[in-house]
C-alpha cells in the first residue's frame, strides 16, 4: 500500500507593498467630495444624468472602505480572498487591500490567561456577496513575546512518587501561515502541548537525587532531579516543546518551572523520610568525630605515659566517651575516688 502523502505546510506570504492606505483614503474623501457636489449640481440644474452619477458613488463608494487597514507595531493580519490564502502583512501601518479580503485567526478569542495578547473585543463587519469583511482589531496576530503559564499538573516521577508542577512558557508567532491555517486554534495547541512535554520531561527524573537513576539516558546513573536540575529540566523542556509546536509557526524562547511541590498526599510522609535522612546524616558525622577523638585520646595518653590500660579498661573508656560524645543529652559525671581496679 503506497504511503499518503504529508500534505504540505502553508507558506507564509509576506506583503509588503500594500502601504497605500493614506492615499487611497483621500483619494475616496476627494471622490466623495465630487460625487455630492455632483449631486447637488445635477439636482439645481436639472441633469439627471449627473445626479444619478453622484447619487450611485455615494452608494457603492463605501466598499473600499473595508480594504484599509491599521497595524501596530508587532502585529500581523493573515489574509484570505474566497477562501484563498494571499498572503500577510506584517509592518506597522496604514495599509490598503482588497476589500474582499477577509481575516482569519481561529484563536482570536481565545483566552489562555496569558500576557501581550492582542484585545479580541469584536467589531462592527459588513457583509458584501456572502463574504463578512472585517474592519475591526480581532482578527490581528501578535506577534510579540507572551508568557503562558500553564495550570499546575499532578505527574507521577520516575519513582512513582506524584508531584506537582507548573511552568511558565514565553512564546510568540513567527509564521503566521502556519499558525492560523495548519493548526485548528495555535493557542490552544500550545497549551496541549506544553501539558503532554512537561509530562514526557518530568517521568525521567526523581523529585530529589536518588541513586540508580539514569535522566540523561547514557546508561549511567547521575544526579539530575527535578530539584536540584531545575535549569536542566526547563531546557529539556522547552526543547520538547519547541520540536512539537514547530509546525504551528510557533518559536519558544524560554520554559521557567515556577511550581514544584510533592502531591499533598504524600508531602507529609516525605518530609519525614527527609527529617529521618538529616537525622541519619547529622548522627553519622556525629559518631565519625567521636570515633577520631576517642582514637586520639587513647593515643595521646599512650604515648604520654600518664596511665596504661588493659584491654578492659580501654573498651570501658571508649564506651564511657561515646556515650559522652554522641548524646543527645550532657552527661552527668560520676566521680571515683576509689582505686583505679
Known sequence: MAEAKKKESTKEIVLTNKKHGMAV?????????????????????????????????VCIGWIVL?????????????????GKYIGTIKDAGFYFVNPF?????????????????VNATNKPAITANGQQLEIGVNKRVSLKIMTLSNNKQKINDCLGNPVEIGIAVMWRVVDTAKAVFDVDNYKEYLSLQCDSALRNIVRIYPYDVSPNVDTTGDGIA??????????????????????????????????????????P????????RQQASA??????LI??????????????????????????RKAAMVSNL????????????VVNSGSLY
Do not use: H, W
Not at 537525622?279 to 553519622?284: E, G, L, S
Not at 561515646?322 to 559525671?333: M, R, S, T
Open 101 to 117: 479580503c477577509v481575516a482569519v485567526n481561529p484563536a482570536a478569542t481565545t483566552k489562555l490567561s496569558q500576557s501581550g495578547d
Open 66 to 82: 473595508p480594504g484599509l487597514k491599521v497595524l501596530k507595531p508587532q502585529e500581523a493580519l493573515a489574509l484570505t480572498l474566497f
Open 279 to 284: 537525622v541519619v546524616d547529622a548522627r553519622k
Open 222 to 263: 547521575d544526579e539530575g532531579s527535578l530539584r536540584g536540575s531545575s535549569e536542566v529540566v526547563a531546557a529539556r523542556i522547552r526543547d520538547e516543546i519547541q520540536a512539537r509546536v514547530d509546525e504551528a509557526g510557533l518559536e519558544i524562547i524560554e520554559a521557567r518551572i515556577t511550581y514544584l511541590a510533592y502531591a
Open 25 to 57: 483614503l483621500l483619494i475616496t474623501i476627494f471622490l466623495y467630495a465630487i460625487a455630492i457636489a455632483a449631486m447637488i449640481y445635477g439636482g439645481i440644474n436639472e441633469q439627471y444624468l449627473i445626479l444619478g452619477a453622484g447619487a450611485a458613488y
Open 322 to 333: 561515646l556515650v559522652v560524645l554522641c548524646g543527645n543529652k550532657d552527661a552527668q559525671p
Open 265 to 272: 498526599e504524600i508531602a507529609a510522609v516525605m518530609l519525614q
Open 287 to 312: 559518631v565519625d568525630g567521636a570515633v577520631g577523638m576517642v582514637e586520639m585520646a587513647l593515643e595521646r595518653l599512650g604515648s604520654a605515659g600518664v596511665v596504661e590500660l588493659d584491654e578492659e
